[in-house]
């Protein structure tokens, strides 16, 4: 699980070769969530203030997670993306 970004306790990661639709996952503490890149859907536990910053950075950086997500896809090392600020 290649971690691309950390911020306030949350990691930030991608697996290779996942299933469709493009996403990635969060974890904060014991809670985790599968959220889509594109529409912000969220499976999992993460919820609150967590789910709000994760859901703030996505929209931040949607072109660099559709980028990590096509980089996965192809076994490429996944590229750094910033935390939120």
Same mark, same amino acid.
């Given at each position: 699980m290649p971690t691309i970004s950390r911020f306030y306790?949350?990691?930030? +990661?991608?697996? @290779?070769?996942d299933h469709e639709p493009p996403h990635f996952h !969060? $974890? +904060?503490g014991e809670s985790e969530s599968s959220i889509e890149i594109q529409t912000g859907t969220e499976i999992?536990? *993460? $919820?609150? =203030? !967590? &789910?709000?910053l994760v859901q703030e950075w996505r929209v931040l950086h949607q072109a660099? &997670? @559709?980028e990590n997500w &096509? =980089? !996965?896809r192809q076994h490429r090392? &996944? *590229?750094p993306i910033p935390p939120l600020d």
């Open positions: 306790g949350i990691v930030v +990661y991608m697996n @290779f070769d !969060a $974890r +904060y999992g536990t *993460l $919820r609150g =203030r !967590a &789910l709000k660099e &997670l @559709f &096509l =980089r !996965a090392p &996944l *590229l």
